[in-house]
Antibody, heavy 115, light 108 residues
């Protein structure tokens, strides 16, 4: 089955760190750009970061310098290392496939930043 | 950064009625690189339309997209019960990729 599955979310204190994972299956992971998109509670969608098939990385201004995206083609997995977390980073984080429109999404994982 | 403004915020309609959703961009979206997604509560978004007017795999033909430049429209010809959801537009013609704030289609 073609799918993306996120893991690693949870509750973290402001200033803390967390690593999200996105496991891909059913397609050639290394051939695609994979993105992280987040959605704050009751809000709309916000693109966060992506990594291309050539390992070039891009970030939204809101997370630049705090988040790092990486991929492991051998494990068909994508990661988002999140540091210096803020309350406004609280959201459901989705991984999504493709560099243009997003044709495949994971089910999402909740990250809550709170003391 | 291209800002996308969707209208109306909420659309109250009955099953069988036609829904017309608007997405307006703050500047021209190159090559009509605009997509539409449907999101139901507790679920991930689902791709409906890409390239402004191309239906994604498995999407019923009651969904159609149109527009170019700065004005785009998603039309649902006859609402089915499963179509009541939130719809987002998304431009991928320039970086950063941006989304509209969403239009909720609710049962009247």
């Amino acid at each position: 089955e073609v799918q993306l599955v996120e893991s690693g979310g949870g509750l973290v204190q402001p200033g803390g760190s967390l690593r999200l994972s996105c496991a891909a299956s059913g397609f050639i992971f290394s051939s695609y750009t994979i993105n992280w998109v987040r959605q704050a509670p009751g809000k709309g969608l916000e693109w966060v970061s992506c990594i291309s098939s050539s390992s070039t990385t891009y970030y939204a201004d809101s997370v630049k310098g705090r988040f790092t995206i990486s991929g492991d083609n051998a494990k068909n997995s994508l990661y988002l290392h999140m540091n210096s977390l803020r309350a406004e980073d609280t959201a459901v984080y989705y991984c999504a496939r493709r560099s243009d429109y997003f044709d495949l999404w994971g089910q999402g994982i909740l990250v809550t930043v709170s003391s | 950064e291209i800002m996308l403004t969707q209208s109306p915020g909420t659309l109250s309609l009955s099953p069988g009625e036609r829904a017309t959703l608007s997405c307006r961009a703050s500047q021209s979206v190159s090559n009509s690189f605009l997509a539409w997604y449907q999101q139901k509560p507790g679920q991930a978004p689902r791709l409906l339309i890409y390239g402004a007017s191309s239906r994604a795999t498995g999407i019923p033909d009651r969904f159609s997209g149109s527009g170019s430049g700065t004005d785009f429209t998603l039309t649902i010809s006859r609402l089915e019960p499963e179509d009541f959801a939130v719809y987002y537009c998304h431009q991928y013609g320039s970086s950063p990729r941006t989304f509209g704030q969403g239009t909720k289609v609710e049962i009247k």
